[in-house]
């Protein structure tokens, strides 16, 4: 079974340009998570997705952030226009939907460069 | 601000020996988790612990849970070069329908052949 996989690996861009981020999760996992961490500081929580409805959106750090996930199959996060900030690691998880808690399913990451 | 604290920051040991990372959160939780990364890779899931259980096992790894004094450890025994890795605690904070995972900064270990 493929696992969660994420596009591109690398990104460098200028800032104030577009980047848009892809995540596929594991088939048949309604969750999708989006998490970041910026060099130096923890990782942190962005959004989660239950099939195609954004379920808790509390972490997206502002609304230069967009995340998508129509079809309930793979997600974009979108970043407009970028800025020097936004520069770290992307993650990507997806878990299956269960009554009870479960481990989330990590991808290899999307690291961000904005110049 | 960050849920989790390990400690130590950087670990490093022989192969063969025992580590030992901490971890401290804030809140009430559901459940612990434990991940490793390996460099340039995902988020491995290593063990979940639940807020009603004290320890588990899985392999050579050993969590324990003292939720009375918010904090955890992850023992890894009989280590091998493998196991070097950055090791993070993360707690489920489980809202209703609500999922994250508020993670700690990590323990780099470097495990020396």
């Known amino acids: 079974e493929a696992g969660v996989t994420q596009f591109p690996s690398h990104s460098v861009i200028e800032k104030g340009q577009t980047v848009t981020l892809r995540c596929d999760p594991i088939s048949g996992h309604d969750n999708l998570y989006w998490y970041r961490r910026v060099m130096g500081k923890e990782i942190k929580f962005l959004l989660h997705?239950?099939?195609?409805?954004?379920?808790?959106e509390s972490g997206m750090p502002n609304n230069r952030f967009l995340a998508e996930r129509t079809g309930g199959t793979y997600s974009t996060l979108k970043v407009q226009p970028a800025e020097l900030e936004d520069s770290g690691v992307y993650f990507c998880?997806?878990?299956?939907?269960?009554?009870?808690?479960?481990?989330?399913?990590f991808g290899p990451g999307t690291r961000l460069t904005v110049l | 601000s960050q849920q989790g604290e390990e400690d130590p920051q950087a670990l490093s040991i022989q192969e063969g020996e025992n580590a030992t990372m901490n971890c401290s959160y804030k809140?009430?939780?559901?459940?612990l988790q434990w991940y490793r990364q390996n460099s340039g890779r995902g988020l491995v899931h290593l063990i979940l612990i639940r807020s009603n259980e004290r320890e588990k096992h899985s392999g050579r790894l050993r969590v324990t849970l003292d939720t009375s004094k918010k904090s955890s450890s992850l023992l890894i025994t009989a280590s091998r070069a493998a196991d070097t890795a950055s090791y993070f605690c993360?707690?489920?904070?489980?809202?209703?329908?609500?999922?994250?995972?508020?993670w700690g900064l990590g323990t780099s270990l470097a495990v020396n052949p």
């Open positions: 998880a997806s878990s299956p939907r269960t009554g009870s808690y479960n481990e989330q399913f």
């Open positions: 997705f239950v099939k195609e409805s954004k379920q808790d």
């Open positions: 993360a707690t489920g904070v489980e809202a209703g329908n609500n999922r994250k995972l508020i």
């Open positions: 809140t009430s939780i559901n459940n």
